[in-house]
Structure formats: structure tokens, C-alpha cells
């Protein structure tokens, strides 16, 4: 046992974290770039003095933003949550925000916990681009038919095999998922949002989705090729990889 080990008598910590991603290269630590993760396990290790390893429920790609991560990780059962989330706030804000801080269930883990976890994609969809939204949404200068996006994003419910609209992953490992939900809302000036819950994404599935329902909103593709797209398991069969700065983790469910 070491100075910095953490207490043998511990509390599992559930933290809510929002944060731009627009600084960072993702949420998992890597060695000398700026992560999510780095930044936030060295706040926390910084207020509690001792060493903490962090589980979140998905971890996020370079640029990708949150507002609903989940992360857990042990501390002393003396722990002041109020403290150690004013703490952290001071030190991490405004890019990296704690929205809540609690005591969880013994033996709860951020990631295999989650039942669901939901996603927001925004686009400005307007001829002239918005300065204001523009480390957050995608700025698709042409008209989309919302119209036929919703019709190609009603695909995509229920249970797939996402290989079409994936990375390749590790050897053995399924792009079977299954989507709870998947619409757009027309936040109306040209702003448009698409959101999709799954018990589980693939790597970059929600951002090739996305990318590809583009392509059928601005009448690149029609609505119901999506299906044998889906059915061909080809990445090649699928659009482009939309930009990551218009994704954010919004919510996980547990």
C-alpha cells in the first residue's frame, strides 16, 4: 500500500459530466494529448489525494461533445459531494462541468450498467453559417427535406447488423445493435436535430448515419435505399462520416 492508494473502506461516486469536446482528443486518456478523461481524473485525484480510476458509459471521439456522460470511480465514504463537485467545477469549468455528483449502489460501473444511451446530432441548415453554433452543429449550406430524412432515419429501428455504418472493430467483435429510437425534430430557423437511443453504438455509427441521411435529405439517395445499405454490411455502401462537432452524448440510462 502506497501514500496515494485509495482507502480500503470506499463509496462507488456517479458523476453527470457535460463538456465541449472541441479541445480535446476524446474522452480516453492518451498519452501527452488533451483528454476528457486526463483532465478530469487529475481534478479529482487533485481534491480527494489519492490515486482514481474512472469508468464512463462511452467514451467519445475527438471533438465530440457531452451533456448527459456518466462516470464512476471509488472514494472515501466521507467524501463531501458538495464539496468535490464545486471543487471540481472551479477547476474544469467551462469546458468540463459536473451537473451532479451522488453516492451510487455498491459495485455500480458507469459503462455496463447503462441500459441506453442517447445521442444529439445538430445541423444548421441555412445558406449562410452560424458563428455561434458553429463548435457545436454541422452547417449543411443546401436544403434538406426533412421529409425524407425521417423517412430514411425510420430504418434504422430495431435490431441490425450496423456494419455498413461502422469502424471495424477488434477481431470477434459483433456490429449487431439495437435501436430504441431514431428521429428528427425541426427546431425551426434552419436547425435541425437528429436524435437516436441504442442500448449500444458501434464506433462511429451514429456520425455515418447521420452522414448518409444527409446524402438522402439533399435527394443524393432515395429514403428506402437505406434499408439494403443497412442489409449490404458494407462501410463502402454507406455516406460520409458527418463532422464530429455536431455530436453529443445527451443522455445514458440505467
Known sequence: MTLFDPPATSARIKLVVAYDGSDFHGFARQRDQRTIAGDLTAAIERVLRH???????????????AWGQVVSFDAPTTVDLVRLQSSLNSMLNPAIVVRSAEIAAAGFDARHDAQWRAYRYSIVNRAVADPFRARSAWWVEHPLDLHRLRLAADVFVGEHDFASFCRRGPEGSTTVRTVLESRWVDEGDGCLRYEIRAHAFCWQMVRSIVGTL????????????LTSTLAARDRARAGQVAPAHGLCLWEVGY
Not at 444527409?214 to 435505399?225: D, F, H, I, N, S
Open 214 to 225: 444527409v446524402e438522402a435529405g439533399l435527394g443524393r439517395r432515395k429514403p428506402g435505399e
Open 51 to 65: 490515486d482514481v480510476d474512472i469508468t464512463c458509459a462511452g467514451r467519445t471521439d475527438a471533438g465530440v461533445h
